[in-house]
Each structure stands twice: as structure tokens, then as C-alpha cells.
């Protein structure tokens, strides 16, 4: 069955350091995958997607995300975090057999200033 | 342009009643999610609309939970016999078609007294 994995529950940075939230998922064939970030009482705002092609994506507000096949893997980056960054985080894939997304259960990240 | 609009933002409610949530999507989309989410956890799919059909209820959790879309644009989330268990908060998605990005809307939040 589809599954994504965010193994870190809560992560807490510093302003200005760089950030990696992990997203390993499960899914049978070439994914669609996303991450969405949702801020106190805000719905899911989409920060990138990818599809095909460049394993490298850029996203809006200075994020960006790898994917790894080898490593089932979809890690979000960003190099500066920004006081405004804290939110929860939510790594997601689209079961495109089906158009259901399948959500992981989210990195809360704090950011001290 | 309008993004997807849910409503009401909050709603309270007495075990036993019936509610209804609203959910408006971009206009043009074809396509209208429903998920729910879970306090400290990430949404789960509850059923997707292509057009005024449902092309899949699966995650529907019984059969006290049932959704419309009469007219292709405007749907309805509708829960009866409401129980504690069903707090949560709702949120509802539209996307171009199958396969392409979705976009939420800010969500319902239930309560069930």
C-alpha cells in the first residue's frame, strides 16, 4: 500500500540556519509528489511539487526538494529559514491511479530567533 | 482570482445532530476533494468528485457521511448522527483534473459536544 514517512515529528532551528525535513514514501510506480505547508488555523499551501524530469525542484519561498528514487526519498530544503517559516509540514503523494493524496503525518518546525 | 472557500470556518455541534459544510472550489475546476484531518495528523482522503459524480468514496468512514455535487461546482460534505469521533477539521481541495495539483481551502473545524 502507499504510505509517506516524515520520521521527524518536531524539529526546532535557529533563524538563519539551514533546514532538511525528510519524506521517505512507499508507492509502486514513479511517484507524484508534494509538499504542502500549513501555518496555526491556515489551510495547505502548496510549496512544490514534483512530476517528472529535473530531480531538483524549486519552490516558492526559497524552497526546494530532491528526489531520490534509489533512497524513495523527497527531502525539503531550504538554506535560510525565516522566522516566518514556522508551520507544520506536510510531504504528500498523489495516488494517480486513483487522484487521492496520501499525506504524511507532518514536521512541526519552531524557529528560535 | 478566488481560491477554494469553505464554510462555515467553525463549526459546534451537539452529538446526535446532522451537520452540512460547504465547500466552493476555484472556479473552472473539474475536480473536488474532501479530506480530514485529525488533530497531530496529516489529512485523509474522504471522497473525490469528477464533475457532479463521485469517482471515489473510498475514504468515507461509514455511511453517516455522504457528499453532493449537483451541479459540478459547489459542494456539500454531509454528516449525520454526529458523534465525538467526527471531530475534526474538514478540508476540501480542487484541482484542473485528474493528476493535477490540488488546491485547500482553509477547512471547517468541527466540534461535536
Known amino acids: 500500500a502507499q504510505s509517506v514517512t516524515q520520521p521527524d515529528i518536531h524539529i526546532t532551528v535557529s533563524e538563519g540556519a539551514s533546514l532538511e525535513l525528510r519524506c521517505n514514501y512507499s508507492?509502486?510506480?514513479?511517484?507524484?509528489l508534494f509538499w504542502y505547508v500549513q501555518s496555526p488555523g491556515q489551510g495547505l499551501q502548496l510549496l512544490l511539487k514534483?512530476?517528472?524530469?529535473?530531480?531538483l525542484v524549486q519552490g516558492i519561498k526559497g524552497f526546494e526538494a530532491e528526489f531520490k528514487r534509489s533512497q524513495s526519498s523527497f527531502n525539503l530544503r531550504k538554506p535560510s529559514v525565516h522566522w516566518s517559516d514556522a508551520a507544520e509540514y506536510f510531504c504528500?503523494?498523489?495516488?494517480?491511479?486513483?487522484?487521492?493524496?496520501?499525506f504524511g503525518t507532518g514536521t512541526r518546525l519552531q524557529v528560535f530567533p | 482570482g478566488a481560491g477554494v472557500s469553505q464554510t462555515p470556518s467553525n463549526k459546534v455541534t451537539e452529538k446526535g445532530k446532522y451537520v452540512e459544510l460547504r465547500c466552493d472550489p476555484i472556479?473552472?475546476?473539474?475536480?473536488l476533494y474532501w479530506y480530514r484531518q485529525s488533530l497531530g495528523q496529516g489529512p485523509e482522503f474522504l471522497i473525490y468528485f469528477q464533475g457532479t459524480g463521485a469517482a471515489d468514496d473510498s475514504g468515507l468512514p461509514n455511511d453517516r457521511f455522504f457528499a453532493v455535487r449537483p451541479e459540478g461546482s459547489v459542494s456539500t460534505l454531509k454528516i449525520q448522527r454526529t458523534e465525538r469521533g467526527d471531530s475534526a477539521v474538514y478540508l476540501c481541495?480542487?484541482?484542473?483534473?485528474?493528476?493535477?495539483?490540488?488546491?485547500f481551502g482553509p477547512g471547517t473545524r468541527l466540534l461535536v459536544l
Open positions: 508507492y509502486g510506480a514513479t511517484p507524484y
Open positions: 504528500a503523494v498523489l495516488t494517480y491511479n486513483t487522484d487521492k493524496l496520501i
Open positions: 514534483y512530476f517528472s524530469g529535473d530531480t
Open positions: 472556479s473552472g475546476h473539474t475536480a
Open positions: 481541495a480542487s484541482s484542473a483534473g485528474a493528476g493535477e495539483t490540488q488546491y
